[in-house]
């Protein structure tokens, strides 16, 4: 199922993966508002930018994933 929503408004705790589009400020709102209410196992797939202090799983053509423990 793909859900297309805004997600500083949406809860996440059921989401198994999370593509990010977000600028470098954006991901570090998400990683502080976000990162932790993710169950965990969710992917998050960033397409450029990376979570500050978050190390990421894998790096492939720029964009990071990671997992959340």
């Avoid at 805004?6 to 589009?21: A, E, L, M």
């Amino acid at each position: 199922e793909i859900r297309y929503a805004n997600f500083w408004k949406v809860d996440h705790s059921d989401r198994d993966v999370i593509f990010c589009y977000l600028l470098q400020d954006t991901m570090q709102d998400f990683k502080k508002k976000i990162w932790p209410t993710l169950k965990p196992g969710c992917k998050v797939v960033s397409h450029a930018f990376s979570m500050n202090d978050v190390p990421y799983e894998l790096k492939e053509s720029g964009a990071l994933l990671y997992i959340k423990k």
